[in-house]
């Protein structure tokens, strides 16, 4: 019973605080938009900018400055009007396609899209060879054995013969 | 047939080798910037305290070539190329322009200049940042080199070294300057 509870107790005390631990989060409350809409756009769009102080975190990650300062500007453009596309375009026009996490599909990046299904193309013929290459190696290898081999196998079965005659 | 695919390896090995050998100069960390060759923003920035001209895009299309220096006082590499801003702005004979970038206390700027020695034709505070974003600013320093018609034409990221003021922006300013 003492034991059950230590053990209880012991994982208690490892999952608590790990449980009780919010996670972080890089938005300020003095950020956040009073129009749950607004605010909700401004954090989709947040997710999709990188943050070109720490790179591979979004604006909506990251605690640098920049990325405040651009969560702040995504908000202004939302209330001034514009639509998603326009508060990305925006920020693209500063600072390039580079701050898209998500890259898009143009004529630059086809290479970059194309690779992934390029490589599984690619690896599946490599399968498919090998597999028929072994197919073909292995009925070759049964069908015919080297004179040796043959001269050898006559030998042993010659000489089994022979015993089972003897005897 | 054995031949060509034992190859590959060797093959692919070698154009791996390549990429890697005509990337191994380049920092990944600078952001090639989209606003090469085109017009500077509009942007017009109140002066420092205690001075009487800020800084504005009129200033960069006067009809000679310019260059734009983002700086900092808290910004510790902003220090380190200081000594060589103050000797471009001696050597090239252009205007060097100073963008104060996000400074807690306006008074920082000014301290940090009558400390360091201020090599600037005319400074613009941008306390809130937001021309520094407009220029594509991600980290401080960062140096433009503007034509005479306000276009942007080079951007270097980082502190400007010994190295990149004698191979690259001066040659740059002296091609720009025809």
Redesign the interface.
């Known amino acids: 019973m003492i034991r059950r509870f230590k053990l209880v107790f012991g994982a208690l005390a490892i999952l608590l605080p790990v449980m009780a631990s919010s996670p972080a989060f890089a938005v300020n409350p003095d950020e956040m938009l009073s129009n749950p809409v607004l605010e909700e756009r401004a954090r989709e769009i947040s997710k999709e900018l990188r943050c070109l102080v720490c790179q591979n975190q979004s604006i909506d990650d990251s605690d640098a400055e920049l990325a405040r300062d651009l969560r702040v500007l995504v908000r202004e453009r939302l209330i001034a009007g514009d639509d998603n596309e326009e508060v990305i375009d925006y920020i693209v026009a500063r600072y390039g396609d580079y701050v898209l996490l998500n890259p898009p599909l143009k004529p630059e990046t086809y290479i970059l899209w194309a690779s992934p299904v390029v490589l599984v193309l690619l690896a599946m013929l490599a399968v498919f060879a090998f597999y028929r290459r072994k197919k073909r190696d292995g009925s070759t290898a049964s069908a015919s054995l080297s004179k040796d081999e043959q001269a050898r196998l006559d030998e042993l079965l010659g000489t089994s013969k022979d015993i089972g005659k003897s005897e | 047939m054995r031949f060509s695919i034992a190859v590959i390896p060797l093959v692919l090995f070698a154009a791996l080798a390549g990429v890697f050998l005509l990337n191994i100069d380049k920092d990944a960390?600078v952001?090639?910037?989209?606003?090469i060759d085109k017009p500077a923003p509009e942007f017009s920035l109140p002066p420092l305290p205690g001075r009487d001209h800020g800084l504005s895009r009129a200033d960069l299309t006067k009809g000679n070539v310019s260059v734009l220096n983002v700086f900092a006082s808290w910004c510790i590499p902003c220090r380190a190329e200081h000594p060589l801003i103050k000797r471009l702005s001696r050597e090239a004979s252009v205007p060097v322009y100073g963008l104060n970038y996000?400074e807690k206390d306006p008074q920082d700027g000014v301290k940090w200049l009558d400390e360091l020695g201020d090599p600037y034709a005319a400074v613009g505070m941008d306390i809130?940042?937001?021309t520094g974003?407009?220029?594509?600013v991600?980290?401080v320093p960062e140096t433009f080199i503007i034509d005479g018609n306000g276009q942007i034409r080079y951007k270097h990221v980082g502190p400007v070294t010994v190295e990149v003021l004698e191979k690259v922006l001066m040659p740059k300013i002296e091609e720009l300057k025809g």
Do not use: Q, T
């Not at chain 2, 952001?31 to 606003?35: G, K, R």
């Open positions: 960390s952001v090639p910037s989209v606003l996000k809130s940042g937001r974003i407009d220029f594509g991600y980290g």
